[in-house]
């Protein structure tokens, strides 16, 4: 796949720097529409105002503004052309900063867009000494732009190993509002960053959970990717897992895994089962089934999008109620896929009169074993494979990944499984046979169980 500016860098430089974007830089200041709260600002501090925040979104938008340039004018992507464009826009805020001080002496939200500029030029003590002075002269600054000082003076402070100072900011942010999960895990990572390198691993510990905790609520804020979501979980729940590990307390990092992986489940997603299932192995514990975890309930799994069925009659997960139910997603091509069939088929024979219901999902790829076909041949050649493989049962085929991306699976073949009451209990991610005697010992055990 050709790569172009798509702005990844900018992007990860933005999550980096949770002052960096011009959503969370704060609104211009205004007086409220009743004049309470606040004083309104004069027409020179008012016009002050205006030309520091200029200066920083100037700064702000640079990268963004050339990589649009660049895809425009269909330039191929050039990695030395993309970290040239990422330091210019420092050495433009440093300079944008170095207008703004020549202004000195600094007062209100002048202090605060200095910070942020000192912050986007990569100085960190610039950016931590102009926030200091803007939370001690916040003038009419509005209490979003104080939280973001916050933040961002709690980040820098941690950085340069001024931990107490990084523990006051943060625990200001914690007394304030407004409160922001994403900015309770970043500054708690921070500092548990911190303390883990300098080998204070209590400590760490400590920061860690804070980031767990903010990331789990920040999982469940979000309705956008999976992806993101996942991701969220497992940086703070692994970086957790870690901390304990080297504060001897490890016992208490495989609760943590086995929470991720339970919440994994519930979700469901696959991707993060994976993820959290291969640290557990790495920590040397044996594969099981996750345990239950009070608090964290089983939801009723994505719908699937079937647009042709073979041998089954078009069917909803939602008309399956009472039954327990095996979504195997699999394609032809893949190897590992056809070592499972079999056993799955196996399970399917055994199990089918006592409420056992089987789907395979597939897409379409309009492909035939390397060679380009029709959807009306690919079909055809779905039906052969079951036929050949004596597969007893139904095939569901989907137009795109979708319905396999909303269970967070992006590796095959993974199977899901479904209790009498619609609720995801179980996944497998490989062709692993402990796997597939763990899916083998779960099935009979959710139809020994009531559908009430």
Same mark, same amino acid.
């Given at each position: 796949?050709?790569?172009?500016?798509?702005?990844?860098?900018?992007?990860?430089?933005?999550?980096?720097?949770?002052?960096?974007?011009?959503?969370?830089?704060?609104?211009?200041?205004?007086?409220?529409?009743?004049?309470?709260?606040?004083?309104?600002?004069?027409?020179?501090?008012?016009?002050?105002?205006?030309?520091?925040?200029?200066?920083?979104?100037?700064?702000?938008?640079?990268?963004?503004?050339?990589?649009?340039?660049?895809?425009?004018?269909?330039?191929?992507?050039?990695?030395?052309?993309?970290?040239?464009?990422?330091?210019?826009?420092?050495?433009?805020?440093?300079?944008?900063?170095?207008?703004?001080?020549?202004?000195?002496?600094?007062?209100?939200?002048?202090?605060?867009?200095?910070?942020?500029?000192?912050?986007?030029?990569?100085?960190?003590?610039?950016?931590?000494?102009?926030?200091?002075?803007?939370?001690?002269?916040?003038?009419? +600054?509005?209490?979003? #732009?104080?939280?973001?000082?916050?933040?961002?003076?709690?980040?820098?402070?941690?950085?340069?190993?001024? $931990?107490?100072?990084?523990?006051?900011?943060?625990? +200001?942010?914690?007394?304030?509002?407004?409160?922001?999960?994403?900015?309770?895990?970043?500054?708690?990572?921070?500092?548990?960053?911190?303390?883990?390198?300098?080998?204070?691993?209590?400590?760490?510990?400590?920061?860690?959970?804070?980031?767990?905790?903010?990331?789990? #609520?920040?999982?469940?804020?979000?309705?956008?990717?999976?992806?993101?979501? $996942?991701?969220?979980?497992?940086?703070?729940?692994?970086?957790?897992?870690?901390?304990?590990?080297?504060?001897?307390?490890?016992?208490?990092?495989?609760?943590?895994?086995?929470?991720?992986?339970?919440?994994?489940?519930?979700?469901?997603?696959?991707?993060?089962?994976?993820?959290?299932?291969?640290?557990?192995?790495?920590?040397?514990?044996?594969?099981?089934?996750?345990?239950?975890? +009070?608090?964290?309930?089983?939801?009723?799994? /994505?719908?699937?999008?079937?647009?042709?069925?073979?041998? #089954?009659? /078009?069917?909803?997960?939602?008309?399956?109620?009472?039954?327990?139910?095996?979504?195997?997603?699999?394609?032809?091509?893949?190897?590992?896929?056809?070592?499972?069939?079999?056993?799955?088929?196996?399970?399917?024979?055994?199990?089918?009169?006592?409420?056992?219901?089987?789907?395979?999902?597939?897409?379409?790829?309009?492909?035939?074993?390397?060679?380009?076909?029709?959807?009306?041949?690919?079909?055809?050649?779905?039906?052969?494979?079951?036929?050949?493989?004596?597969?007893?049962?139904?095939?569901?085929?989907?137009?795109?990944?979708?319905?396999?991306?909303?269970?967070?699976?992006?590796?095959?073949?993974?199977?899901?499984?479904?209790?009498?009451?619609?609720?995801?209990?179980?996944?497998?991610?490989?062709?692993?046979?402990?796997?597939?005697?763990?899916?083998?010992?779960?099935?009979?055990?959710?139809?020994?169980?009531?559908? #009430?």
């Amino acid at each position: 796949m050709k790569k172009v500016f798509n702005q990844a860098a900018l992007a990860l430089m933005l999550a980096l720097s949770p002052a960096s974007a011009r959503a969370q830089s704060g609104v211009k200041v205004k007086p409220s529409a009743d004049g309470a709260g606040r004083s309104a600002p004069s027409a020179a501090d008012a016009a002050s105002v205006e030309g520091a925040q200029a200066l920083y979104d100037e700064a702000a938008a640079y990268a963004q503004r050339r990589f649009d340039e660049f895809r425009k004018g269909n330039v191929p992507y050039d990695k030395a052309l993309e970290q040239k464009t990422l330091q210019e826009q420092k050495e433009l805020a440093l300079r944008n900063a170095a207008k703004l001080d020549a202004r000195a002496p600094l007062h209100g939200t002048d202090l605060y867009y200095a910070g942020l500029l000192y912050a986007l030029a990569g100085k960190g003590e610039g950016a931590l000494d102009s926030l200091r002075h803007f939370l001690s002269d916040a003038g009419a +600054a509005s209490d979003e #732009q104080k939280q973001r000082a916050r933040v961002l003076a709690a980040q820098h402070a941690a950085a340069l190993n001024l $931990d107490t100072e990084a523990e006051e900011m943060l625990a +200001a942010y914690e007394r304030s509002e407004p409160r922001r999960a994403a900015d309770l895990q970043h500054v708690s990572l921070v500092l548990a960053a911190s303390y883990y390198k300098q080998g204070e691993y209590v400590r760490a510990s400590a920061h860690a959970r804070e980031a767990y905790a903010a990331a789990l #609520q920040l999982a469940g804020e979000r309705g956008g990717d999976p992806r993101q979501r $996942d991701s969220t979980i497992y940086t703070s729940g692994a970086f957790l897992a870690s901390t304990l590990v080297k504060a001897e307390r490890r016992a208490e990092a495989v609760r943590v895994i086995q929470e991720m992986r339970s919440r994994a489940v519930a979700l469901p997603s696959a991707n993060l089962y994976s993820q959290a299932t291969e640290l557990l192995l790495s920590q040397g514990e044996d594969y099981n089934v996750p345990p239950a975890l +009070a608090g964290v309930e089983p939801v009723a799994p /994505p719908e699937i999008e079937v647009v042709e069925w073979i041998e #089954q009659q /078009p069917v909803r997960l939602s008309d399956l109620r009472g039954k327990v139910v095996l979504l195997d997603f699999w394609a032809t091509w893949c190897g590992p896929c056809r070592h499972t069939i079999p056993r799955i088929n196996a399970l399917s024979r055994k199990y089918k009169d006592r409420g056992l219901v089987v789907l395979g999902l597939t897409e379409f790829e309009g492909n035939d074993e390397g060679r380009d076909v029709t959807r009306a041949e690919e079909l055809d050649y779905l039906r052969q494979f079951k036929r050949k493989q004596s597969i007893s049962y139904g095939f569901g085929v989907s137009n795109d990944t979708k319905t396999r991306y909303t269970y967070g699976i992006y590796s095959i073949p993974t199977t899901v499984l479904i209790d009498r009451r619609g609720r995801v209990r179980f996944l497998t991610i490989s062709a692993s046979d402990f796997e597939s005697d763990a899916l083998a010992r779960m099935i009979p055990k959710l139809l020994d169980e009531p559908s #009430q």
